[in-house]
């Protein structure tokens, strides 16, 4: 962070700035007198503002005043509901590579998380069913996965999220899909389409929880306003945790994230597209190196490349940073299945994207 002249694809997140409609709706809402104190569950026109959007994008019904928490952040809401959750001596199964705060969140409640690896089957990454059976304990209470996923790109299939949501009936565990990526998706039938989420397969009466935000989505990293969906008995006891925890999200920034909901799709759009370039750039400069893996991601904005031999990724990273001052993540962050590889952050201009892109390739060549 203290070097000069980085380029840097750690982050994840875009340097793009929130857009202006966005930051104008919060001015408004501080002239408006948005600055006291919400419910804990979060402003009710946010919750019903969220619920249009699952009605208007996946066609499930939600009910805004039971099924719907606002949070400061999706990492709050990852935090909240695994807490609901998991008693000290629980474990929890994540799918890994993943993003680590979700196996981070688990070990603060003094529970147990248990790693079971995506393997990657023909250039894609897949989840292992097997693994799965032979990770679960009379201990195991919550399986959780994030799609897309952060590192991999990866976005679950519906045979695939149908088997997730089947399993944990089967074992009676909390389901639990991080799905803050879910407009970041190149795959679809058009631009724009969200990722199927796993609420359109469950019932409201399945142990399914949904961790979201408008970090990624709407360029609103810093402002912290995110959400949790789960089970009305789920939602009632996080909304009483909230209350010990930060009482609720910013009032003026729910505000914001309301704006962020009604006037936000062309905005999105055009990310999506500059976004879909950017996989592009990166994946053709990388494409043909030998030794180097690059499963083409279906979401979010990352790579996730596979260096043959490579067993120490974070020397990797650090030798990479010393030597061309371009700043990656070590795959060994995101769990043990990560170790050989590394994560570029696509998110970047083409300013800072195409000079980094030149210098790793030369460094992967040499």
């Avoid at 959007?53 to 805004?64: C, E, F, G, I, T």
């Avoid at 996989?279 to 494409?287: E, K, P, S």
Wanted: a negative charge.
């Amino acid at each position: 962070m203290g070097m000069d002249g980085v380029l840097r694809l750690y982050f994840g997140e875009s340097n793009l700035p929130t857009p202006e409609y966005i930051k104008q709706a919060a001015v408004r809402a501080l002239a408006d007198g948005f600055t006291f104190y919400t419910e804990n569950a979060g402003l009710p026109s946010l919750r019903r503002a969220l619920a249009e959007n699952y009605s208007r994008l996946h066609h499930v019904d939600l009910d805004p005043a039971t099924e719907l928490v606002v949070t400061a952040s999706g990492v709050q809401a990852l935090n909240l509901g695994i807490r609901c959750v998991l008693n000290p001596g629980d474990e929890a199964i994540v799918l890994t590579p993943a993003w680590p705060n979700g196996a981070s969140s688990i070990m603060m409640a003094n529970a147990t998380a248990r790693q079971v690896a995506h393997p990657l089957v023909n250039g894609r990454y897949t989840v292992d069913f097997a693994a799965l059976e032979a990770a679960v304990t009379e201990r195991t209470k919550l399986l959780l996965y994030t799609s897309p996923s952060n590192p991999l790109g990866w976005v679950a299939t519906e045979e695939e999220q149908r088997g997730l949501l089947e399993f944990a009936r089967r074992h009676g565990l909390w389901l639990m899909a991080d799905e803050v990526y879910d407009r970041l998706y190149y795959s679809g039938t058009a631009l724009g389409e969200p990722v199927p989420s796993i609420l359109r397969m469950a019932t409201r009466e399945d142990a399914v929880m949904v961790v979201h935000s408008f970090s990624k989505s709407y360029c609103m990293t810093g402002w912290r306003v995110g959400w949790l969906v789960a089970r009305r008995d789920l939602a009632a006891k996080a909304t009483q945790l909230n209350e010990f925890i930060i009482s609720h999200a910013p009032t003026f920034a729910q505000k914001a994230a309301e704006t962020a909901l009604a006037e936000g799709e062309g905005e999105l759009l055009a990310m999506l597209e500059r976004l879909k370039a950017n996989r592009n750039l990166c994946m053709d400069a990388l494409r043909g190196l030998p030794g180097i893996t690059v499963p083409k991601p279906d979401g979010a904005f990352y790579l996730f490349p596979k260096v043959e031999g490579l067993t120490d990724s974070f020397a990797f990273c650090r030798r990479l940073l010393e030597e061309t001052r371009v700043g990656l993540a070590p795959g060994v962050a995101f769990g043990d299945a990560g170790e050989g590889s590394f994560r570029i952050c696509y998110a970047a201009e083409p300013r800072i994207l195409e000079p980094a892109m030149e210098r790793l390739t030369r460094f992967l060549r040499t």
